[in-house]
């Protein structure tokens, strides 16, 4: 079975800093790209950070230059590091995989964290 645990939020001050922690079970996580998404209450679930598996990373436009993801494979974890946080960034924020299987490529979704921004 697999599954994704997010860690990591809560209630931060503008311009504080957070670091969120997915761990994943039950694929080969080294092989996976993983990602992080975020939805804020009325709004489409949007793409945040990726990063595949051979550690290529790509970030949306707005958090360009403030998140940073990683991973590391011995720990089967990506990680989410959220600096220079805005009142904008408050979202529940979701850990991805994309998992190659032999019956192709399955996306898993964590159970979400919230991230809560305050000015």
């Known amino acids: 079975q697999v599954q994704l645990v997010e860690s990591g939020g809560t209630s931060v001050q503008a311009g504080g800093s957070l670091r969120l922690s997915c761990t994943t079970s039950?694929?080969?996580?080294?092989?996976?790209?993983m990602g992080w998404y975020r939805q804020a209450p009325g709004k489409r679930r949007e793409l945040v950070a990726s990063?595949?598996?051979?550690?290529?990373?790509a970030y949306a436009d707005s958090v360009k230059g403030r998140f940073t993801i990683s991973r590391d494979n011995a720990k089967n974890t990506v990680y989410l590091q959220m600096n220079s946080l805005k009142a904008e960034d408050t979202a529940v924020y979701y850990c991805n995989a994309n998992s190659p299987t032999i019956w192709g490529r399955r996306q898993y979704w964590g159970q979400g964290t919230q991230v809560t921004v305050s000015s």
């Open positions: 990063v595949t598996s051979g550690n290529s990373t």
């Open positions: 039950g694929t080969i996580f080294s092989r996976n790209d």
